[in-house]
């Protein structure tokens, strides 16, 4: 089974940007829907965004435009590149995997049978 290491979070200014990695660990992701997922401390994983495994992207409506999910299959990785960072968007964010055929939609905690161990995001105001 794939293990997903998440990297990239750091400490950033409001309106800065951040790039996430997810990295699979000895095999490829080509066949794993994948997603970004967030957690501040007192509230509940929310999902950001998600990729299916054939490209097709959808996300929060709180990060549309500002988000963007991508998959680099050669290299077993997927990011998230996170532009205009606000201040409530610090948390710790998690990618997570599905592999194969998700009927409906991929926002929801559920899907996902595979989680990395998080990375922290930290935006200044």
């Known amino acids: 089974q794939v293990q997903l290491v998440e990297s990239g979070g750091g400490l950033v200014q409001a309106g800065g940007s951040l790039r996430l990695s997810c990295a699979a660990s000895g095999r490829t992701l080509s066949t794993y829907n994948m997603a970004w997922f967030r957690q501040a401390p007192g509230k509940e994983r929310e999902f950001v965004a998600a990729?299916?495994?054939?490209?097709?992207?959808s996300y929060a409506d709180s990060v549309k435009g500002r988000f963007t999910i991508f998959r680099d299959n050669a290299k077993y990785t997927v990011y998230l590149q996170m532009n205009s960072l606000k201040p409530e968007e610090s948390a710790v964010y998690y990618c997570a995997a599905k592999e194969g055929l998700v009927l409906g939609g991929l926002g929801s905690r559920s899907v996902y049978d595979i989680w990395g161990q998080g990375t922290q995001v930290t935006v200044s105001s």
């Open positions: 990729i299916r495994r054939y490209g097709e992207r």
